[in-house]
T-cell receptor, first 110, second 114 residues
Framework: DAKTTQPPSMDCAEGRAANLPCNHSTISGNEYVYWYRQIHSQGPQYIIHGLKNNETNEMASLIITEDRKSSTLILPHATLRDTAVYYC???????????FGQGTTLQVKP | SQTIHQWPATLVQPVGSPLSLECTVEGTSNPNLYWYRQAAGRGLQLLFYSVGIGQISSEVPQNLSASRPQDRQFILSSKKLLLSDSGFYLCAYHDQGLAWPEAFFGQGTRLTVV
């Protein structure tokens, strides 16, 4: 079973920030939080990952709470092309063995 | 640069027929390789993974098998397809070095068993 809980769906207006929450209350000390997204009928795409510190890259920001029991993926300026299913996964680093949950379907609307 | 190729993109096969899906990786050596399946309306499920030539681990019991005849080639097979084998099959690789922490996925094969 997936170790994460995400809302099944969210809407966001184009150009606004999309904030996608994830609960991972049973995360272990050696586990990272990874985010992938899957655009319809394509393979998943890596977005970002982190251990305890907040992270930012060209795609998104990841905010991890101090107790590491939850996190938020932030897409600062959502576009229509960001419409996808977003998966939050906790796993030890350096592995491709990923346990996917149902993810959050983000619909970006004009 | 690293790339992953997966084919065919779509496939329609009758029940009881054999299956062979191929995945190849370029630009990296000794990658970890993975086969995932996504049933309609569901999340991805890991089927097999391989850490080297001839080394295959199965994650779930099923009608499928996997083989790794070469370092960067991963094959998913079945002798006799079932209707329940329909789905979206994805190959992925992961660099065993520490340079790239993420997994890279192919574009997938959509299999319909009729």
């Amino acid at each position: 079973d997936a170790k994460t809980t995400q809302p099944p769906s969210m809407d966001c207006a184009e150009g606004r920030a999309a904030n996608l929450p994830c609960n991972h209350s049973t995360i272990s000390g050696n586990e990272y939080v990874y985010w992938y997204r899957q655009i319809h009928s394509q393979g998943p795409q890596y977005i970002i990952h982190g251990l305890k510190n907040n992270e930012t890259n060209e795609m998104a920001s990841l905010i991890i709470t101090e107790d590491r029991k939850s996190s938020t993926l932030i897409l600062p300026h959502a576009t229509l092309r960001d419409t996808a299913v977003y998966y939050c996964i906790v796993t030890p680093s350096n592995t491709g063995k990923l346990i996917f949950g149902q993810g959050t379907t983000l619909q970006v609307k004009p | 640069s690293q790339t992953i190729h997966q084919w065919p993109a779509t496939l329609v096969q009758p029940v009881g027929s054999p299956l062979s899906l191929e995945c190849t990786v370029e630009g990296t050596s000794n990658p970890n390789l993975y086969w995932y399946r996504q049933a309609a309306g569901r999340g991805l499920q890991l089927l097999f993974y391989s850490v080297g030539i001839g080394q295959i681990s199965s994650e779930v019991p099923q009608n499928l098998s996997a083989s790794r005849p070469q370092d960067r080639q991963f094959i998913l097979s079945s002798k006799k397809l079932l209707l329940s084998d329909s789905g979206f099959y994805l190959c992925a690789y992961h660099d065993q070095g520490l340079a790239w922490p993420e997994a890279f996925f192919g574009q997938g094969t959509r299999l319909t068993v009729v």
